[in-house]
């Protein structure tokens, strides 16, 4: 079942109300009175939503050993989508038309006559779809992580968030907050006026930075893409591991994939994929034109265990996340350690978002946002006889 197995990708939300002392069959029973099918959901599309158990697209059959796992409530989100095939729509059309203008003289049909074919064609085709042939199914894992109360969600579609949050909402009377780089920022330090700070000004003479597709500044998004600038920059100039707050050490290394963006929406973006991309002169170059980190593949290792993702920095989401081989020999264990280790990897991530915020947040980041700017004009030679 999704997060039990495989690479992960998720956003996170925070649940808005305390969580369950356990997890138990009160939750099951709220989920199985939403599951697929037994409540259909209104929509515009002619689909449906429900929760699902997880072992297949068809399971419903919610169970205490399935879907409670270390304190996390694993299911899925099923949407059923109606999806008329429109070649059939318009052959069905074609015979209507057809029978409906063989009495006219023209032989040419009349607009009542269209109308009534449409009409005709397309209940025709909605009668053939009650049994399902018509009908695409999709299944979104869910994780709740009871511990820290946080809703993790393998989708990034709105489609597909809105259908949750409603859900959501009706199956356990609480609404979810997805925790971006903003919402992470004003949780973590709550006295800081995000709507009073603006974004940083890489370049030289520039007061004030712009971010085009953060919509409103005053979220304070874009300080995703500013923690992928900082740990570029700390990477390059000082060491690959990291001092954490709560003084681990994590050694990160950029890798795989960056994805830089021009963030006066001028010049476009740019999509590098190599084992070291940020090593490259061309990620180089367009950093010192102004571009952003939209999104990076990160390496870690922390605690002598290794995670490689790739983080999309506005909402802080992960996508391809590959968790430590577990060495348990008992089924039961090693999905209570991928638990764990989903947790770390959560944990890590939270550490190296926090450890920015520290800096950037508080009073020396005037201070280092200088020597920011004069690493980023520093010529590529002038860098490296720095380095050695």
């Known amino acids: 079942m999704g997060f039990l197995s495989g690479r992960i990708s998720y956003l996170r939300f925070r649940v808005e109300r305390p969580a369950p002392k356990l997890f138990g069959q009160e939750q099951l ?9 037994f409540q259909r959901t209104a929509s515009k599309d002619g689909g449906d939503a429900g929760w699902i158990a997880g072992d297949d697209i068809l399971d419903t059959e919610f169970e205490l050993a399935k879907n409670i796992v270390n304190d996390a409530l694993i299911f899925a989100l099923r949407i059923d989508t109606l999806k008329l095939p429109p070649d059939l729509l ?8 057809k029978a409906l203008a063989a009495g006219n003289p023209s032989g040419l049909p009349s607009f009542r006559q269209k109308r009534e074919a449409r009409e ?3 209940e025709r085709l909605e009668l053939e779809a009650k049994d399902g042939r018509y009908t695409r199914r999709k299944a979104y894992p869910i994780l709740w992580d009871r ?30 907050t997805l925790c971006d780089a ?5 949780q973590e330090f709550p006295s800081t006026a995000l709507d009073k700070l603006q974004p940083s000004a890489f370049q ?19 300080l995703g893409n500013e923690f992928l600038l900082w740990l570029w920059y700390v990477l390059d100039n000082e060491e690959d591991t990291l001092k954490l707050p709560d003084q681990s050490e994590a050694t990160v290394m950029f890798s795989r994939t960056l994805t830089l963006e021009c963030p006066k929406a001028v010049s476009g973006s740019e999509s590098i994929r190599c084992e070291v991309p940020n090593r490259l ?17 990160l390496t870690i290792l922390r605690h002598d265990l290794q995670y490689e993702l790739t983080l999309q920095a506005e909402n802080l989401g992960i996508s391809g996340a590959k968790l430590p081989a577990s060495e348990e020999s008992d089924d039961r264990a090693r999905l209570d350690e991928r638990i764990d280790q989903l947790r770390q990897l959560i944990d890590v991530m939270d550490q190296l978002y926090r450890g920015f915020l520290r800096r950037r947040l508080g009073s020396d980041w005037p ?11 520093k010529d590529d030679r002038a860098r490296r006889q720095a380095a050695g």
Request: proline fraction near 4%; charge should be positive.
């Open 29 to 37: 029973d709220a989920l199985n009175e939403r599951a697929i099918g």
């Open 90 to 97: 318009r052959a069905y059309l074609r015979i209507e038309l």
């Open 120 to 122: 005709a064609a397309r």
């Open 147 to 176: 511990l820290s109360n946080t809703l993790l969600v393998a989708s990034t579609a709105g489609s597909v968030l809105d259908k949750l949050h409603g859900l959501f909402q009706d199956t356990f009377n609480t609404s979810l």
């Open 182 to 186: 903003g919402q992470f920022a004003a």
């Open 204 to 222: 030289p003479g520039a007061a004030v930075g712009e971010v085009a597709w953060v919509g409103d500044p005053g979220s304070g998004n874009y």
């Open 281 to 297: 002169p061309e990620a180089r170059r367009a950093i010192q034109s102004g571009k952003l980190p939209r999104k990076a593949g």
């Open 367 to 377: 201070k280092e946002l200088e020597q920011i700017k004069r690493w980023l004009q």
